[in-house]
């Protein structure tokens, strides 16, 4: 009947009729009430929540929560601080994380390289470290080889020449 029967913030037997509370009258239709309005006895806006109380499948009546607007909004913007932060560690992490795996794939890269511009520059007995990964071995493998083979011709073409220049002055 909108009779207040318990209340943990004021005395309950001063309390007018709630019957005429939408939040009241939604939960006595079963289902969840809410609504936010100005509260003339707290002098604030308040968040009030109505849920009915059922007993054997029939509403016995309605359980009406409050909480002022602002504490309710303290807590999400808390929430959304705390999100935020999170999101912001998981960020540095991830960036962190990126960074470190670049660095490991860039820097064999950058020694193959440096070894190929060697080699390229004729360099030939020069030979690239082979790095951790296995991929980066076998490239570091096929130019060490590839040297070593241009190398070989090389002493060979060198030997030919050294030849034909024996024949040619006697």
Same mark, same amino acid.
């Given at each position: 009947? #909108?009779?207040?029967? @318990?209340?943990? +913030?004021? +005395?309950?037997?001063?309390?007018?009729?709630?019957?005429?509370?939408?939040? $009241? /009258?939604?939960?006595?239709? #079963? *289902?969840?009430?809410?609504?936010?309005?100005?509260?003339?006895?707290?002098?604030? +806006?308040? &968040?009030?929540?109505?849920?009915? &109380?059922? /007993?054997?499948?029939?509403?016995?009546?309605?359980?009406?929560?409050?909480?002022? %607007? %602002?504490?309710?909004?303290?807590?999400?913007?808390?929430?959304? &601080?705390? $999100?935020?932060?999170? #999101?912001?560690?998981?960020?540095?992490?991830? %960036?962190? @994380?990126?960074?470190?795996?670049?660095?490991?794939?860039?820097? !064999? %890269?950058?020694?193959?390289? *440096? #070894?190929?511009?060697?080699?390229?520059?004729? +360099?030939?007995?020069?030979?690239?470290?082979? !790095?951790?990964?296995?991929?980066?071995?076998?490239? @570091?493998?096929?130019?060490? *080889?590839?040297?070593?083979?241009? *190398?070989?011709?090389? /002493?060979? $073409?060198?030997?030919?020449?050294?030849?034909?220049? @024996? $024949?040619?002055?006697?």
């Amino acid at each position: 009947g #909108g009779k207040v029967i @318990a209340d943990s +913030d004021t +005395d309950f037997f001063k309390m007018d009729n709630h019957a005429g509370r939408p939040e $009241i /009258q939604k939960a006595l239709k #079963g *289902e969840t009430g809410e609504i936010i309005r100005f509260s003339s006895t707290l002098r604030k +806006d308040i &968040l009030y929540t109505a849920i009915p &109380l059922k /007993q054997d499948g029939k509403i016995a009546g309605v359980l009406r929560t409050s909480e002022p %607007l %602002l504490t309710i909004l303290e807590i999400e913007k808390e929430v959304n &601080l705390r $999100i935020l932060s999170a #999101g912001m560690i998981i960020c540095i992490a991830g %960036l962190s @994380a990126l960074f470190y795996f670049s660095r490991r794939v860039s820097q !064999p %890269l950058e020694k193959i390289k *440096e #070894g190929a511009l060697r080699l390229a520059s004729g +360099d030939l007995k020069y030979r690239i470290p082979f !790095p951790d990964s296995e991929e980066m071995a076998r490239v @570091a493998e096929s130019l060490n *080889e590839m040297a070593g083979q241009l *190398e070989n011709r090389i /002493q060979v $073409i060198q030997e030919k020449q050294n030849e034909q220049k @024996a $024949i040619m002055e006697s």
